[in-house]
C-alpha cells in the first residue's frame, strides 16, 4: 500500500480503533487522549485552527513517542507520527520554549551531532570521566542527585569507552571472507553519529560480520549523523542537510546495499524519500538511496552467510526496536539469525511489540512515561527468565540497561547488541574449531 501524507492520513482515520493495543501510552494510561486516535484528532483540530495551541495538545503530542506502532496496526496506514511532527511544528510556530532549553537544543542538535570530530571529542571527555576518578568523585559527593532520576539512570549504564589510542578510524575497506568463499556482494556501512562514539565494538564487529558472510563492505568516512533526533525535536532544516550531505556520500559508491545496525538510524534513513517530497531536485536522489537501505540481519538472512556460531547455554529474549520492525519492516530476521546459533536457548518475549521507552531521548524529556513504560517491560523480561536480552538499537540498549539496573538485576542479566553476541558467538565457534 503507497504510504499517506500527513495531511491525507488525517482526513482517512475512520476511528476503528485498530491501533489501540499498539500504542505504549495508551497501554499505560488507558486514556483515549493518550492514544492514536485521541492525538489525530487533536492534531487535526489544531492544523485546522479550530483549537488554538495549549497545553494540553502540546503534553499529547510531547508524550507521543513516535514509535510507529499504530501505523503498522492501522488498516487504511495513517501516518500518526507524521501528523503529529505536523502539530509539533505549528505549535512550535507559536509557543518559544525558555531561553536555556532553546540554547542547549541548538548547542545539541546544530553545533554538536553533526559534527562527528567533536563527538570524537566527547567521547574522548567522557572517557576521562570514566576512568580517571572523576566519576568516583562525582558519586562521592552526591552531585548527580542534582539531576534528574533518568539523567541518574542513563549514566549509571553508559557504556565503558574505548581509550582514544583504541578508537582509531574504521577500516575504509574490508574485503569479503566467507567459509564458502560465496562472495554476496558489496555494502557500505552506516556508522552512525552515537553509535560510532560509545559503541564502537559494536560497528568493528559489524564490519566483520559482514566480511565473513560474504559481503565486501565499505567505511565512506565522510558521512554524518542521520538526523533522527533532530527531526524528531523539530529541526528539520538541520535534518535536511544532514541528509542531503548523506545522500552525496553515498550515492559516490557503487554498493549494493547501505547497511545499518541501528534500528533508529535504519528508519531516518528510510524516511528521506518522505523528507524531500517538496524539492523535486532531491526526490529521484533521496529515493534511489532510501531503495538501499537494510538493516544488518537483514541482508545477513537474505544474501549473506552467517558463520558457524556457538552460544555459551545461555538463555536470551529479544526486545525489538520499534522503528526496525514498524518502519524498516524487519521483524522476523534477528530471530531468524538468533536460531542459527548453537547452544543457545531463546524465549519469546510477551509483548514485545510494545515501545522499551527509549525513543531517542524521549527517555529524558518524558521521565515519568518512559519509566512506566519501561517498569511494565521489565516485568515482561522477568517472564522469560532470561540471561541476555537482545537489541538492536543504541537507545533500545541504553533504556534495557536502565530496566536491569531499576530493577536490581545487574548481576544476573545483561544487555547486548545482536551484532556483538553474534560476533562472540562465531568466535566461540572458531576457538572451538581450533582446539578440536
Known amino acids: ?48 485552527d479550530r483549537i488554538p495551541v495549549n497545553a494540553e495538545i502540546e503534553e499529547q503530542m510531547s508524550r507521543c513517542l513516535l514509535c510507529s506502532a499504530c501505523v503498522d496496526a492501522c488498516p487504511v496506514n495513517v501516518q500518526v507520527p507524521e501528523i503529529v511532527m505536523l502539530a509539533k511544528e505549528k505549535i512550535a510556530e507559536h509557543k518559544k520554549s525558555p531561553f536555556l532549553v532553546r540554547t542547549l537544543k541548538r548547542f545539541f542538535f546544530n553545533h554538536l551531532l553533526p559534527h562527528p570530530r567533536r563527538l570524537q571529542f566527547l567521547g574522548h571527555l567522557l572517557w576521562l570521566y ?49 567459509e564458502q568463499n ?7 556501512l552506516f556508522r552512525g553519529c552515537i553509535m560510532d562514539v560509545m559503541f564502537r565494538e559494536t560497528n568493528r564487529h559489524s564490519i566483520e560480520l559482514l566480511a565473513r558472510s560474504g559481503f565486501d563492505v565499505v567505511v565512506p568516512d565522510d558521512q554524518v549523523c542521520c538526523g533522527a533526533l533532530m527531526y524528531h525535536n523539530g529541526q528539520k532544516d538541520t535534518t535536511l542537510e544532514l541528509a542531503k550531505k548523506n545522500i552525496e556520500v553515498f550515492e559516490k559508491l557503487d554498493v549494493d546495499y547501505i547497511i545499518s545496525n541501528a534500528g533508529g538510524c535504519g528508519a531516518m534513513l528510510k524516511e528521506y524519500e518522505e523528507l524531500f517530497r517538496h524539492e523535486p531536485e532531491w526526490l ?141 558467538s562465531v568466535e566461540r565457534a572458531e576457538k572451538q574449531a581450533s582446539t578440536g
Not at 552526591?142 to 534528574?148: D, R
Not at 539523567?151 to 569479503?176: C, H, N
Open 1 to 48: 500500500m503507497k504510504p499517506l501524507t500527513p495531511e491525507q492520513s488525517m482526513y482517512t482515520c475512520v476511528r476503528c480503533g485498530a491501533c489501540r493495543d499498539a500504542c505504549p501510552t495508551l497501554d499505560i494510561t488507558g486514556r483515549e487522549a493518550d492514544g492514536p486516535r485521541g492525538r489525530v484528532l487533536m492534531a487535526r483540530s489544531l492544523l485546522e
Open 182 to 188: 560465496k562472495r554476496a556482494g558489496k555494502v557500505a
Open 284 to 424: 529521484e536522489r533521496a529515493r534511489a538511496f532510501c531503495h538501499k537501505i537494510r538493516d544488518i540481519s537483514e541482508v545477513i538472512v537474505e544474501q549473506g552467510t552467517l558463520p558457524k556460531a556457538v552460544g555459551n547455554g545461555e538463555t536470551v529474549t529479544y526486545q525489538p526496536s520499534c522503528h526496525l520492525q514498524y518502519v524498516m519492516q524487519v521483524k522476523r530476521a534477528p530471530e531468524q539469525l538468533l536460531s542459527r546459533v548453537a547452544n543457545l536457548h531463546y524465549r519469546p518475549l510477551p509483548e514485545s511489540n510494545l515501545c522499551c521507552g527509549s525513543a531517542g531521548i524521549y527517555n529524558l524529556l518524558q521521565p515519568k512515561m518512559a519509566g512506566d513504560i519501561l517498569h511494565k517491560k521489565m516485568g515482561y523480561v522477568k517472564e522469560t527468565s532470561a540471561h541476555v536480552i537482545i537489541t538492536a538499537n543504541p537507545g533500545c540498549l541504553l533504556q534495557m540497561k536502565a530496566g536491569v539496573h531499576s530493577e536490581g538485576l545487574q548481576n544476573s542479566v545483561k544487555v547486548v547488541h545482536i551484532v556483538d553476541l553474534l560476533a562472540e
Open 130 to 178: 570514566q576512568q580517571s576518578g572523576l566519576r568516583w568523585l562525582v558519586h562521592k559527593l552526591g552531585i548527580l542527585k542534582l539531576f534528574p532520576d533518568s539523567a541518574q539512570q542513563m549514566e549509571a549504564v553508559l557504556p565503558d569507552l574505548l581509550p582514544p589510542s583504541e578508537r582509531k578510524p574504521l577500516p575504509s575497506f574490508t574485503p569479503g571472507c566467507s
